[in-house]
């Protein structure tokens, strides 16, 4: 009788000891996580922070562009006899140019949202892979296909430069979207 009462607390300590250690490990994994979101944290942050100043630098050029095309249009409109009608050309050709590099860098403001991302052939999930949202997917030389999250084809083109290939295309994720693509791409997010 003597025995069995020994081996009680033993399988006790044992018990004990069993969950000493999963806590330890448990604890261990916990700090590995966190130490690895933080990371990822401030490496999100620093990309923000990048895009933000792109996209005001951006701003402001649209800015100086806008400021310059109001001075000119206005020069324009001081000069209405016929002897400036080569001053009223160059100056309707200097707004065409303004207005052209403007609206380049407008679009290319709202296609700086985000930074581009290039992916190998392969597959990938949005809300896994990148967040969701909508996208400018190009650089691509085959097949570009998305299921949705209930094997729903819901996007299949091919990306690349031939006639009948598509060189861009816009499209919301969702989560749970997959790509299957058979050759390496590029998405930007956009607004």
């Known amino acids: ?41 401030i490496s999100l942050k620093e990309r923000y922070s990048k895009v933000k100043k792109e996209k005001e630098e951006y701003i402001n050029t649209i800015e100086t562009q806008n400021t310059t095309i109001s001075d000119v249009q206005n020069q324009l409109n001081s000069f209405n006899t016929s002897d400036y009608d080569n001053q009223i050309a160059s100056l309707n050709s200097e707004i065409s140019n303004l207005t052209a590099q403007r609206d380049s860098l407008q679009s290319e403001v709202t296609q700086l949202d985000g930074q581009p991302q290039n992916y190998s052939a392969g597959y990938y999930t949005a809300g896994t892979n990148f967040p969701t949202g909508r996208y400018k997917i190009y650089n691509g030389s085959s097949n570009f296909i998305v299921y949705s999250m209930y094997d729903k084809l819901k996007v299949n083109i091919i990306l690349g430069d031939d006639s009948y290939d598509t060189q861009e295309y816009i499209y919301e994720f969702e989560t749970g979207d997959e790509i299957q693509a058979d050759s390496s791409f590029s998405i930007v997010k956009v607004k």
Do not use: G, H, T
């Not at 009680?8 to 996580?33: E, M, Y």
């Open 1 to 41: 009788m003597r025995s069995k009462e020994r081996e009680k607390p033993k399988k006790k300590n044992d018990v004990k000891l069993i969950i000493i250690v999963l806590l330890i490990i448990f604890l261990v994994v916990a700090i590995v996580i966190s130490i690895n979101q933080s990371r990822n944290y």
